[in-house]
């Protein structure tokens, strides 16, 4: 081989290394960076316990905010709230009772009571004063040594009886009266309060076996891909145990991680394009979260060289409409840089 020969492999060799050089060379105006694909998980749960009767989702479909995910077994919940609604109607009837009041025939039956009593008042009275004048006779007769002292006692103890009883007419007399005004007055403020506070209180059970039973229809939260089923048909599952995996791609982002001596030059809000390996022209993306600290490489992003190397993370928002984006999918970043101020 000539001289000329060498020379000329000599330039071809420098010029090829130098052409690789530039395209590996990042522009000046822009920074490319790595990362990866993060999304929303939701573990979607039910609030209440039960035998999981249905399961309308599998991994893979995509499902809408508000649709119906899975079913529960209701019937332990339909038996109480019907018990409760039963024990609900009876407290509401004896609310009900107390606020009407007394009926108007009892009212009456208990002034004829009172009526009767004080007959019997009157009866005992006049008694009372025959038995009073025997007396008042039998000691005028002791007196004037024509009478007898047995007569004489019998007399009192006539009068004493009439007396006792007497008092007990105007007991009742008085008892008859107050049950009058008893029954007009109706029911205690205090026991209407209760019996209103005892209604209340079912209504509350009402509520809750209801909400229990509309807890046992599980709706999606929130749009997205089921990535996980967790529970199958027929099992029995605890209050909130996870059923599905709802992963929201739509608002997917990529975490991305710059080098330290490069974060001014970025700003929050500036656009990015973020590449997967597939290539083509990338997809446009937004920088909406830019880490106050900085934090080495993660080794599932960088060389072993760079794995050293402080960097801060980058949240840059993605528009997943289309489903590009999967979850832990390996991207590079384009992103310009802004002028330092």
């Excluded at 309308?56 to 109480?80: C, M, S």
């Excluded at 229809?217 to 099992?235: I, K, N, Q, R």
């Excluded at 840059?316 to 590079?332: C, H, Q, T, Y």
């Amino acid at each position: 081989m000539n001289v000329r020969s060498r020379t000329s492999i000599a330039w071809l060799a420098a010029a090829v290394a130098a052409a690789a050089s530039c395209r590996q060379r990042p522009p000046a105006d822009r920074a490319r960076v790595s990362g990866q694909v993060e999304a929303t998980d939701v573990q979607v749960a039910a609030q209440v316990g039960g035998r999981l009767i249905e399961l309308r989702v599998r991994e893979g479909d995509r499902v809408n905010a508000g649709d119906v995910i899975a079913r529960l077994d209701t019937a332990d919940a339909e038996l109480a709230l019907a018990r409760v609604r039963a024990e609900r109607a009876q407290a509401d009837a004896q609310r009900r009772l107390l606020v009407a009041g007394t009926r108007p025939e009892d009212i009456r039956q208990a002034d004829a009571q009172a009526a009767t009593a004080e007959t019997d008042v009157r009866a005992a009275e006049a008694e009372l004063a025959a038995a009073q004048a025997d007396v008042d006779r039998f000691e005028a007769l002791l007196a004037a040594d024509s009478g007898s002292r047995k007569q004489r006692d019998d007399a009192v103890t006539r009068r004493d009886v009439a007396k006792e009883r007497l008092q007990g007419a105007r007991d009742r007399v008085r008892a008859a009266r107050e049950n009058v005004a008893r029954l007009r007055a109706g029911a205690r403020r205090e026991d209407i309060e209760a019996a209103q506070a005892r209604v209340t209180a079912i209504s509350a059970q009402i509520a809750a076996a209801e909400k229990a039973i509309a807890d046992a229809t599980v709706s999606a939260p929130t749009p997205g891909v089921v990535t996980e089923t967790l529970a199958d048909a027929g099992e029995l599952l605890q209050p909130r145990a996870p059923l599905v995996v709802i992963t929201d791609l739509v608002h997917a982002w990529a975490n991305v991680y710059i080098d330290e001596p490069l974060v001014p030059r970025i700003r929050l809000g500036q656009p990015a394009t973020v590449f997967t390996d597939a290539g083509g022209p990338g997809a446009s993306g937004t920088i909406s979260y830019i880490s106050s600290k900085a934090e080495f490489t993660p080794r599932n992003v960088q060389t072993a060289e760079d794995r050293s190397k402080l960097v801060y993370r980058l949240k840059i928002s993605l528009d997943n409409r289309k489903g590009v984006f999967k979850a832990g999918m390996p991207v590079e970043a384009e992103i310009p840089f802004q002028d330092a101020r």
